[in-house]
């Protein structure tokens, strides 16, 4: 019998080693497959055939142990491992790589299967689908405003790839920048004349002169006074004022003189006799007040040079800044808010758009600065402009924030410099493309420039990987050791992250596969001598009856 013990011995060796070699030949043929994790055999002895059993020590003999012989070795396990696979770089975004333990849940003919291999597309209606066997992704699709449901109750994953988004309306404005403090006040304080009126003029003629002016909102006029001659050394003096319009053209006047004021000059010498002044000019409509200062003019034989300064020729100070704003129907408009000096620590605010696009209304107000040069304050509190835009978009409220302290705007020695930070208006688009990030969020980035989240693709981590049943295609089911699944978002629920454009590995090692193959090969190789061996002995003892 101990020979066939042997014999049989043997042959579990070689059984089992072929086993072995058959993982090792599998490992190998997978060396390349997406996600793959490389499995081993473990070996152990089987039960034990008792030639002498031992005996306990006495107080006259010691004791002695059994005496056993093994009837062979089997399969102990087939483990696989779940250690991670290196990455390779795609370019395409649907192909993920996960980087954790947790895998990617999918869904076949209504049966639930998970996977480590991230060769997923789009299909024609938009599933985001296995690229191998059509098995769907599961995650969780948002809402039309962007938003990821909360919860982990799977669902397939479907991008609508001819999505479009409507035009929405500019409604907030967020500004920042600064407004140089050295600059001068911006509106026209008084306007000087200087020169000679020729004395040989006839009765009836117009002397004209003209300069440019300011309000305080930084608009800019054209003050034309006029000269008539009445008689000898006597003159009447009118004035008007023209708007500049958005053409280059000065319109109609705005502001004329109530009456002509009666002018004359000291015969001879031809200096001003009287008026003494003229009374300050001052529109409150046109927001213009200043000083019209005459009493340099002369009236003498001399060259007709007469001229005018304003504010000494000084440079008004004007800020502006200028962003494009979206009515309902996702027209652009060009909005400017200039900004003017009133004083030392305030400034004047006007938002306006071009005369085609429509209409502004509660359009001014100010904004006032510490000695700090931060906002203390602006009036209106919450600025809101009323935008009626033509072309049949609807009327809008449009908020224009400048910070308060010193997040938003200042006033400082620097350069004056004011931009628009951000508006959360966009013009209608279409999808364009897609990007996912590493907590799975498919992002849908649209023709204007804006992104949205599209949907969510969710791991499920399972308490022992090793539990799970290999079905082929790369994929897995719930075996009966491997617990109940987590299902969570990428990142901290399942310890798990998504890489886009890239595909994990085989983390098959071949030299250890190769190292593994020798060592198999030399087992079978030796457990066949055994049986080779035991057979010669057999042989011999049938040899004895001859």
Do not use: C
Not at 36 to 60: E, H, I
Not at 97 to 102: E, M, P, S
Not at 190 to 200: K, M, P, V
């Amino acid at each position: 019998m101990s020979l066939l013990n042997s014999l049989f011995s043997g042959v579990s060796g070689i059984r089992n080693h072929q086993a072995m070699m058959d993982n090792i030949g599998n490992n190998i043929a997978n060396v390349n497959t997406l996600g793959y994790k490389s499995t081993r055999v473990t070996f152990s002895d089987t039960f034990n055939q008792f030639v002498r059993f031992g005996s306990d020590p006495t107080d006259s003999n010691g004791g002695t142990s059994a005496f056993q012989i093994g009837l062979g070795m089997k399969v102990n396990s087939i483990d696989r491992n779940w250690n991670q696979g290196t990455f390779e770089r795609t370019g395409l975004v649907t192909d993920l790589a996960l980087q954790g333990d947790a895998l990617f849940a999918l869904e076949n003919n209504g049966e639930r299967f998970y996977s480590r291999a991230g060769s997923f597309t789009f299909d024609s209606d938009g599933n985001l689908v296995n690229n191998q066997n059509g098995a769907t992704v599961l995650g969780k699709n948002a809402t039309a405003d962007g938003v990821i449901p909360p919860g982990n109750n799977l669902e397939k994953i479907i991008v609508n790839k001819n999505e479009r988004i409507p035009a929405v309306a500019t409604t907030d404005i967020t500004w920042a920048g600064n407004l140089d403090s050295t600059k001068t006040v911006t509106a026209s304080d008084l306007y000087e004349q200087s020169g000679n009126i020729r004395a040989d003029r006839a009765v009836g003629e117009v002397v004209q002169e003209f300069n440019t002016i300011y309000n305080s909102y930084g608009d800019e006029y054209k003050l034309t006074t006029s000269y008539e001659k009445t008689g000898a050394d006597a003159w009447n003096m009118t004035y008007e004022i023209q708007k500049l319009q958005s053409d280059g053209s000065y319109g109609a006047a705005v502001v004329t003189s109530a009456a002509a004021t009666p002018i004359t000059f000291v015969p001879g010498t031809g200096d001003l006799s009287s008026p003494a002044s003229i009374p300050d000019i001052s529109d409150s409509t046109e927001s213009l007040s200043f000083t019209l200062d005459i009493s340099k003019i002369t009236q003498n034989s001399a060259a007709e040079t007469i001229s005018s300064n304003v504010d000494a020729n000084r440079e008004p100070t004007l800020v502006d800044g200028t962003l494009s704003v979206f009515d309902s129907l996702g027209n652009t408009h060009t909005l400017t808010v200039r900004f003017t000096k009133l004083d030392e620590s305030e400034w004047a605010f006007r938002a306006t758009v071009p005369d085609e696009s429509g209409t502004l209304l509660n359009n001014v107000g100010t904004v006032s600065f510490g000695i700090d040069g931060s906002i203390t304050s602006v009036a209106p509190a919450t600025p809101i402009l009323s935008f009626n835009p033509t072309g049949g978009a609807s009327t809008q409220n449009i908020e224009l924030d400048f910070g308060s302290g010193f997040d938003g705007i200042t006033q400082t020695s620097s350069d004056s410099v004011v931009s628009a930070l951000s508006q959360n208006g966009s013009d209608a688009a279409t999808l364009a493309d897609l990007s996912l990030d590493q907590y799975g969020n498919i992002i849908g980035v649209f023709s204007n420039g804006n992104s949205r989240k599209m949907a969510q693709i969710l791991l499920a981590k399972f308490p022992n990987n090793s539990g799970l049943t290999s079905v082929g295609d790369n994929m897995y089911t719930v075996g009966a050791n491997a617990g109940t699944p987590i299902i969570g978002d990428p990142g901290e629920v399942t310890g798990t992250t998504i890489q886009s454009g890239a595909l994990e590995q085989s983390n098959v090692d071949l030299s250890e596969q190769f190292t593994k193959m020798i060592v198999a090969q030399r087992g079978f190789q030796a457990n066949a001598r055994v049986v080779t061996v035991s057979d010669q002995l057999l042989q011999e003892i049938t040899n004895l009856v001859r």
